[in-house]
């Protein structure tokens, strides 16, 4: 079965710093997609990143960026310059290119002024 | 990416009754899934539904307790019925990216069941 784990249920960052969101998972698939999702307030899923598993490089959106372990089948995400507008609930996620996704339980990010 | 229009953003229920709730996508797709989130927790998915076939359902939840219609490509609606106050929670309608490797979301039904 396949499973994703976030550890963090909380974390706090000061403005301007930089935060690292942790994620592990499990598969059997051999080709597989893992993402960052955002959920703020609005309740409005909103796609922060995603990794292709083939692909080595790591992923990067602009403030955005991943470290992605597959062998440790880690998949953290790291925000710099963290910005007040980041505070939110973030998931991990897993598909198998089904677009049928598994979550983790998510982190709550606070951004401090 | 796909514009996902879900109604109603949000509703209180007495317990007996049901609620359907729609999910309107701004282009054709083949897949549609709906999710629910419980208070204070992760997604789950409910069922994938494609149109013209009946929708499959994920381990745990059942066709009476919650139908879900797929009259065309761009329409859904997920029903939840018999409400209890468990079933209070986030329900949110979700499309395949087509090209792009990403599903897209609706921005979720808050259900609170009195």
């Known amino acids: 079965a396949q499973t994703v784990t976030q550890s963090q249920p909380e974390m706090s960052v000061q403005e301007a710093e930089t935060v690292t969101l942790s994620c592990t998972y499990d598969?059997?698939?051999?080709?597989?997609?893992l993402f960052w999702y955002k959920q703020p307030p609005s309740r409005q899923m909103i796609l922060v990143i995603r990794?292709?598993?083939?692909?080595?490089q790591n992923a990067t959106e602009n403030r955005f960026s991943v470290n992605f372990q597959k062998a440790a089948k880690s998949f953290s995400l790291k925000i710099s310059d963290s910005q007040l507008g980041d505070a939110a609930m973030y998931f991990c996620?897993?598909?198998?290119?089904?677009?049928?996704?598994?979550f983790g339980t998510g982190t709550r990010l606070k951004v401090l002024a | 990416s796909a514009v996902i229009s879900q109604k109603p953003s949000r509703d209180i229920c007495q317990r007996g009754t049901s609620l359907t709730i729609q999910c309107q996508v701004d282009s054709q797709v083949t897949m549609m899934f709906w999710y629910r989130q419980q208070p204070g927790q992760s997604l789950t998915l409910i069922a994938t539904?494609?149109?013209?076939?009946?929708?499959?359902?994920e381990s745990g939840f059942v066709i009476d307790k919650f139908p879900i219609s797929r009259p065309n490509l761009t329409f859904s609606t997920l029903t939840v019925s018999n409400m209890s106050p468990e079933d209070s929670s986030i329900y949110l309608c979700s499309v395949e990216g087509g090209l792009s490797t990403e599903a897209f979301f609706g921005q979720g039904t808050r259900l609170t069941v009195v």
């Open positions: 539904a494609n149109q013209g076939s009946e929708a499959t359902y």
């Open positions: 598969t059997s698939e051999s080709d597989y997609y």
């Open positions: 990794q292709e598993a083939y692909k080595q």
């Open positions: 996620a897993s598909g198998s290119g089904t677009y049928k996704y598994i």
